[in-house]
């Protein structure tokens, strides 16, 4: 099993670009989660899917901030106009339903927005 | 709402000092709890679990007990090692079906010195 995938490890952007981060949940797996983490504010839990279905988007900081699920095999968090306060490191993780709880997170992008 | 609290980091111990970080929650029913580490540039990983009151999770010489009396889930070790310094982050799980959402604390860094 290859884990979940995020692509691109690294993103380097000037302010006012648009960002795609990509993501590949482990097969099988029903539930999905981005995640954004910074010194000042911790892992912050951006948006969850289950079944492709977006389920809890309050964590998204503002209207910048888009994702989907178009499938259950790829998800996409962008952000657009970008901003120097959006540099972080951006994890997703899946869940495979049935009560399990257990999350696997990908290894993150670190994005920089000059 | 539920919410997870831990102490504060970063934590200093020379190798081979006992560890203890506390983790305490607040949760309406009976959530599961965990502990996931991040070593560092890696996305979190699950160190170990417990899903009922009682029950100690243990891994890699990590064990924590789910305490539903004093709502706590403290994480130890006997002998730490220079390759357990990290980020510990305590979790519970969500009142939201079987989607997997967990509620993070926010994390504490372990040091470890040779």
């Known amino acids: 099993d290859a884990g979940v995938i995020q692509s691109p490890r690294h993103e380097v952007t000037e302010m006012g670009q648009e960002v795609t981060l990509r993501c590949k949940p482990i097969?099988?797996?029903?539930?999905l989660f981005w995640y954004r983490q910074t010194m000042m504010r911790g892992l912050e839990l951006l948006i969850y899917f289950n079944n492709n279905v977006p389920i809890d988007d309050s964590g998204m900081p503002e209207d910048r901030f888009s994702a989907k699920m178009p499938n259950a095999s790829f998800s996409t968090l962008k952000i657009q106009p970008s901003e120097p306060r959006d540099s972080a490191v951006y994890f997703c993780a899946s869940s495979p339903n049935g009560g399990k709880n257990i999350q696997y997170f990908g290894a993150g992008t670190r994005l920089s927005v000059l | 709402g539920d919410s997870v609290t831990q102490m504060e980091g970063p934590v200093t111990l020379s190798e081979e000092a006992f560890l203890t970080i506390n983790c305490t929650y607040t949760?309406?029913?009976?959530?599961?709890l965990f502990w996931y580490v991040q070593y560092p540039g890696e996305g979190l990983q699950l160190l170990l679990k417990a899903t009922k009151a009682d029950d100690k999770g243990s891994n890699k010489g990590f064990e924590a007990t789910y305490r539903k009396e004093t709502t706590s889930f403290h994480l130890e070790k006997g002998s730490v090692q220079v390759s357990d310094s990290a980020v510990y982050f305590c979790a519970l799980s969500g009142l939201s079906g079987n989607t997997g959402k967990l509620i993070f604390g926010q994390g504490t860094t372990l040091q470890v010195k040779p």
């Open positions: 097969s099988g797996h029903n539930s």
């Open positions: 949760a309406t029913g009976y959530p599961s």
